[in-house]
């Protein structure tokens, strides 16, 4: 008597990374790497990759392909606009698409590592106050992570660490650095946090006075809270659709 075929094991659902989007080639090159080694991390977890602005491949055409149950993770650092608005109405047009949506990467103790490695790597000063420059948000809890990531960055680095906002908020980061210039601190780094290379990040380090950090990019700690927020995300045990379920965990 012939033996049965095993069964094939349960697939994991797919990851579903949603980023923000750039016109930039090197912006778009450094988020497929960061998921180059999220897969790596994952051996087997299917992967897929999708845009809310700008570039290809658009988060409703991707949604499109899709059948049955993902895990959506934000490529994005707060829950502003896009995670609120944009991933609802998109996963609302998808009816075909059971999605579990984790919460935005930050703030998370992982980024202040990344970010401070970041810093090491610019040959920032290694004493004096650091400016974390962020894209900015007109939402106030966004804006209110921002202000919670520069404490996780003060703890990591031992030093003063002030929240700064590229647009829709207030201090900038010429402003901020100014400010401290003007209380007498002649060393101040600027931190880049933002994902990827861009049209924020060339304004970020474009800070008078200042050296500034690389974005996150494809750092080890930003390919593993990845995925801490897709584990997360399926501990929940239950479907969210077109309602983002942020974790708790930051």
């Known amino acids: 008597m012939s033996r049965r075929a095993p069964l094939p094991r349960h697939l994991p ?31 087997g977890l299917p992967v897929v990759l999708a845009y809310v602005d700008v570039a290809r491949h658009a988060l409703a055409d991707v949604l499109a392909a899709l059948h049955g149950e993902v895990v959506l ?24 698409v059971r999605a579990r949506i984790a919460g935005a990467l930050g703030p998370h103790p992982r980024l202040a590592s990344a970010l401070a490695d970041r810093l090491a790597e610019a040959a920032a000063p290694a004493a004096g106050p650091v400016v974390l420059a962020s894209a900015g948000s007109s939402d106030p809890r966004s804006r209110a992570g921002t202000a919670a990531m520069a404490g996780l960055l003060a703890d990591r680095l031992g030093r003063p660490a002030v929240a700064s906002y590229l647009c829709g ?23 880049s946090y933002l994902m990827t290379p861009g049209f924020f990040a060339r304004k970020a380090a474009a ?25 997360e ?4 045990g239950r479907s969210a659709v077109g309602r983002p379920a942020h974790s708790t965990t930051r």
């Open 73 to 96: 993770v934000p490529l994005l650092l707060g829950a502003g606009f896009h995670l609120r608005v944009d991933v609802p109405e998109a996963l609302a047009a998808a009816p075909q």
């Open 169 to 191: 908020g207030a201090p900038t980061p010429a402003d901020a650095v100014a400010a401290l210039h003007a209380r007498g601190f002649r060393q101040v780094a600027v931190a």
């Open 13 to 43: 659902p797919p990851l579903l990374a949603v980023a923000h989007g750039t016109r930039d080639p090197e912006g778009t090159a450094a988020t497929e790497k960061l998921l180059s080694r999220v897969r790596e991390l994952r051996p």
């Open 233 to 236: 995300a399926c501990a929940r």
């Open 207 to 231: 800070t008078a006075g200042t050296v500034a950090s690389a974005p996150l990019g494809a750092h080890d700690a930003v390919a593993r809270l990845v995925l801490d927020r897709y584990d």
